[in-house]
């Protein structure tokens, strides 16, 4: 691998893409099963990291995890109208199991709202039984034409929280309150700001009344949905007759949600954070906090500085951080930073014969300060209390990363008032985040669409767009002049 | 759910495990998707437990985990002649997906040999590759017609390890380490104890050299096979051309194995601790160690029982206990104590006025010892220091499941000679561990499983027949008298 550099982003954007994960040793696209991928270890790791974190998050506010049936009988996707015209065109259907051809297909699931809905029927009965409460971690399956490793593919990994309640205000809070679990989760272990918004009628999940989502903005100016929250209304309860008896006896449908997160959440971490040199991880989903590469030329030098790097692996993995010690033989140091700058690991220790004699480590960070000569600073680190310096310099690195992608995030969003210079924001390859006003209707969201490939992200929350003021107030619809009453976030997405 | 009584073993117990199940809001059939089931949030939260320390002891062993495609070409089931035998009949098959029919179907995986057979060959081009140790946990599918919940079932849930060696010697190394470890999680967080053995070639898995088993007895005499290691040989390798140059730069094709364990064992471990009462669970895999029922008529008691309540619950979770105060108004103590003892929770703690003033608190295992008048026995323990009296009751608790499992195994095994003892083991819906002597043909072994339903469980490892010397030596078949140089397990099986 190492003799297929990275290609920059500036070059070719979506070759980089690809080649940081395949130099990462993420995934690759599985081939022979048409538009599906092969999550390989190193982004599997990634991404278990990611459920631990968020599968306690979900622990604490209340939510258990359960697992339902992969296949889902055909007829359950048309019982809620706007759900099949959604997902219909998605769909995989297995005819035949057991040599025989089946009497009604099954679909694998695209997503479970309806196979859920019917065992909720069963488990519902009064409102002594709600608030439910219920997540799984699965695999689904939508049958995309354009594939692309982790942002869509045909199977791809997820949560799914379904949740029922007694009244509408409930399930309204919940639904916001998931949002904010998923902002959380991306700004403070993903190092990855949001805006949280509304999505427009168009964009909305089949069968929703409402979804909210969290948006985030990549290095090349377009957004990537990172997470959604539905408000499902009644519409699955009346589908599948989740009905339950009231405080005044009176029988009611209940009130429900689902809000989930994918594995495209790996997708998004590599183009908010990695580089022209592969790979960059904050350390909250670093699968190896830290490399320590150890440098020698002869068989003492060899004995000591071993010894030496054994020390700090064992003092470090006492502190709790995952440790990679690379003492394999064959192998310059060179091509050593090489692989794990391209897996993102976030901290480099290099230890010679100099350095034991000294009482030091070199460390150098993923991302490091580069000084007046154009060098990429290198700190040394005296060894006696060597895990409280790796410890904050890993906080820093974590923070360093958040700050960086807030940064970038305040300099791309850009209010415009005139369709010229909107359509200059999104000319050729260009995006970012962009807030204008709109007239409300789906024909003029989809007239934008055709002419700038610019979609409505979402209407985003007050206070979510850093360096602005409110969004509400009156305007004019950026393409056809009609009233406004606030700016929407507009951008080109993954 | 308290209006029906669980059934006893003794009158039913096929209908004792389903109400074991049923009360303790485990899983449930699915119905509507043929031969499937839901886990329900109690019966996940056991396997999740599972699935980490399993994890744990994967991980430790230098295997990393990995996603594959839930689906496979038809076409890759058959590349294996002994593989596709074995499977096609229980494939689930997808013919359509996005709208058209497919050109090549697809096969939900029911297990995954084949498709990673195929990426091992990508990745793997040089000694320096190997060894290459790989699992994934997810669910599979193989159709069945008589589904049992846990035990057998259309789709579960499982991990299967899938490992490439340069030696068949390291190869059939990690095969036993594989065992050993499924041996070790069955005896120290189960708290069930196996026997592990080598399959017949009849018992084998499809493909696969040599199949290794941990065989566990359940409480009605049958045995169930709680985890498999397969020895592959270099069968998917020549089907699927994976292979590697050794250190003399010849291409030699890889030693391949495969390890699996399931959700059934979420069944093996209701079958081998639960009692009339309901679900037992050891202290190890309990999502719930400790239900505290405060017990109080007037509003003061209320009070001064939940103040205190909640300091033990506090104290508890301090110690990393996993604690259920069940202050829910409305219910009897006796109720939540029934609810509790049916979820398996191994520790119950009641506090009343008279404890909170005494210092103390009313301790009932789960399993209590009877005292001379045929009650329960209850312990006093203060309410100082209770986190240490807790911490050895539940590790007391753990190690009796052990002893009794233990004991019950040692009980169970019976060495037979002749054909009427053999058929008397086994007479109606009896069952044991049989140690016999078996002529070592396929047909013996059939005719012994029409005559009996008595299958041969396995070639037991020598040492793990508590209480029996060595099982080598010569004898003759207890079916047709020719000359045995071993004696085998038999039983009927789950």
Known sequence: MADHPITPRATDYAQWYQDVIAQGELAEAA???????????????????????????????????????????????????????????EL??????????????????????????????????SH????LLINQWVNVMRWELRTRLFLRTGEFWWQEGHTAH???????????????????????????PVVRGIKTANERFAGALETRTIEALMQDGKALQSGTSHDLGQN???????????????????????WGASTRLVGALIMTHSDDEGLVLPPRLAPIHVAIVPIYKSDDE????????????AELRSDGLSVKLDDRDGIKPGAKYYEWERKGVPLRLE?????????????????????????????????????????????????????????RLAKSILE????????????????????????????????????????????PYEGDIPGKGSLVGAGQCIKTGAPSPQRVLFAKNY
Chains 1, 2 share one sequence.
């Open 31 to 89: 081939e022979v099963v048409k538009g599906c991928m092969v999550v390989r270890p190193h982004g599997w790791a990634i991404w278990e990291k990611m459920q631990a974190d968020l599968d306690r998050r979900f622990k604490e506010t209340g939510h258990q995890n359960a697992a339902f049936p992969l296949l889902i009988p055909q007829s359950f996707i048309a019982k809620e109208a706007q759900h099949v015209e959604g997902f219909a065109p």
């Open 92 to 125: 995989a259907v297995v005819t035949h199991a057991g040599g025989k051809q089946l009497e009604e297909p099954y679909v694998i699931r695209p997503t479970s709202e309806t196979i859920i809905g019917h065992f909720f029927a069963k488990w519902i009965q």
């Open 128 to 131: 002594r039984d709600l608030p």
């Open 166 to 192: 007694a009244t509408h205000s409930e399930a309204r809070e919940e639904v916001a309150r998931m949002l904010d679990v998923y902002r959380d989760f991306a700004r403070d272990v993903m190092a990855m």
């Open 236 to 258: 699955f309860g009346r589908a599948f007759d989740v009905m339950f008896q009231n405080t005044d006896g009176v029988r009611e449908y209940v009130w429900q949600t689902s």
């Open 302 to 313: 060899r004995v000591a500085v071993l010894e030496c790097a054994a020390k700090v692996a």
């Open 351 to 407: 230890i010679g014969p100099r350095d034991v004699a000294a009482g030091t480590v070199m460390a150098k960070r993923r991302v490091a300060r580069i000084d007046e000569r154009g060098k990429a600073v290198k700190e040394p680190l005296k060894l006696d209390g060597i895990g409280l310096a790796v410890g904050q310099i890993l906080d820093d690195f974590q923070a360093m990363l958040l700050e960086r992608a807030q940064d």
């Open 416 to 459: 415009v008032d005139t369709w010229d210079e909107f359509s200059a924001a999104f000319a050729g390859n260009e995006s970012r985040f962009v807030l204008a006003h709109w007239d409300g209707t789906t024909a003029t969201e989809l007239a934008i669409k055709e002419a700038t490939r610019a979609t409505i992200r979402c209407l």
